[in-house]
């Protein structure tokens, strides 16, 4: 789960392993698995570092912190 920015500037935490595709159009657009769409203010470098970072997190062994 990754915390993101609305175009309206409202924050919101979107489930990462539902991401199908990222664009910037210039706007960065998040296309989802069931093919809908997310307009956020981050672009397309930060939204994958959050998912990088957050995978490390639920992936990193016991005890390391």
């Known amino acids: ?3 993101l920015t609305s ?3 409202h924050s919101f935490i979107l489930n990462s ?3 199908y ?6 706007d ?3 296309t989802l698995v069931d093919g809908k769409t997310v307009r956020v203010k981050e672009t397309a470098e930060e ?6 970072a ?3 997190r639920i992936h990193r062994p016991r005890g390391e912190e």
């Open 47 to 52: 939204v994958t570092g959050r998912i990088i």
């Open 7 to 9: 175009l309206k500037g």
């Open 1 to 3: 789960m990754i915390e």
């Open 54 to 56: 957050f995978q490390r």
């Open 28 to 30: 960065t657009m998040i």
């Open 17 to 19: 392993s539902l991401i």
């Open 21 to 26: 595709r990222i664009e910037e159009t210039p």
